[in-house]
């Protein structure tokens, strides 16, 4: 008899994806997240809250192979609470919000009564602040008149970031930018995501925003600063805990907190230059 012969599992590129299903579901993500956006501010912010929510859990999750367990329930609450107020009160309600995240925390692990309180509380606090508090950022841009205009740049600038890196990283990386944290991640690509950050800051913020080109200029800097550090942060804290992903629900991505990492850090940074130097429209 005759053993059936096994199909090949598609192979990981040279970046270590596999680049098919990255594609797709990069497309995919991509078309849910305009598709809310400019449809009904509303609409993204249900999308927003989702994918924070998703990205707290698997982040509280890995951090357990560390032996740390936040506190859960209070985490997610955060992570539905801080957006929302965010959006609709501002950024002092989105301060006020991580308050009352951390003093539920400290509440949940004193009835609780186990010990490593300390441990597990810091742990709690590190997973609203890294994802809940940062992401919510977006919400605040969203707020403003022209919020779905000042996402799609925040967005944009990022995939430019990613793209830019990742293309010029496969093509001519040849000098590892931290080999013992991420071996794949190149200076040559580091300058691939400056050059596609620049670029799409000068035409997105003039066409999308009516803002300054060298307001442009300024934001593609700071994105690709910002995601840089994002991307080697969550290498170190995955390099630390001994896993290579954070979750496994989005095909040649990993987890959505493995996409999640950029958009964290960059957030608050486009937040920041837009409010600086790009009046609402």
Not at 89 to 117: E, K, P
Request: aromatic letters at 6%; proline letters at 6%; a positive charge.
């Amino acid at each position: 008899m005759t053993a059936p012969i096994a199909t090949p599992s598609p192979a990981p590129t040279r970046a270590g994806r596999n680049l098919p299903a990255a594609i797709l579901v990069g497309c995919s993500l991509g078309a849910l997240v305009l598709v809310s956006l400019f449809i009904r501010k509303e609409a993204f912010l249900v999308v927003l809250v989702a994918a924070l929510a998703l990205a707290v859990w698997e982040l509280r999750g890995g951090i357990e192979h560390g032996h740390v367990r936040a506190p859960l329930l209070p985490a997610l609450v955060g992570a539905v609470a801080m957006p929302v107020a965010a959006y609709l009160r501002g950024g002092q309600a989105l301060i006020a919000c991580f308050g009352l995240a951390v003093m539920a925390m400290l509440l949940w692990r004193l009835v609780d009564g186990r010990t490593d309180a300390v441990r597990d509380v810091s742990g709690g606090v590190f997973v609203s602040g890294y994802v809940s508090f940062l992401g919510s950022f977006a919400a605040l841009m969203l707020a403003e008149p022209d919020g779905p205009q000042r996402v799609f740049v925040f967005i944009l600038l990022t995939v430019c970031s990613d793209v830019g890196g990742y293309a010029v990283g496969v093509l001519a990386g040849r000098h590892p930018m931290a080999p013992s944290i991420s071996p794949k991640k190149s200076w040559e690509g580091t300058c691939g995501s400056a050059l596609a950050c620049v670029l799409g800051g000068v035409i997105g913020i003039p066409l999308a925003l009516g803002g300054p080109w060298w307001a442009g200029v300024v934001a593609g800097l700071a994105v690709v600063l910002a995601a840089t550090v994002g991307d080697l942060s969550e290498s170190t804290i995955k390099r630390d805990l001994g896993i290579k992903d954070m979750g496994s629900i989005l095909p040649g991505h990993g987890g959505i907190m493995d996409r999640l990492d950029s958009l964290l850090l960059v957030a608050p940074v486009v937040w920041a230059v837009l409010a600086a130097f790009v009046r609402p429209s």
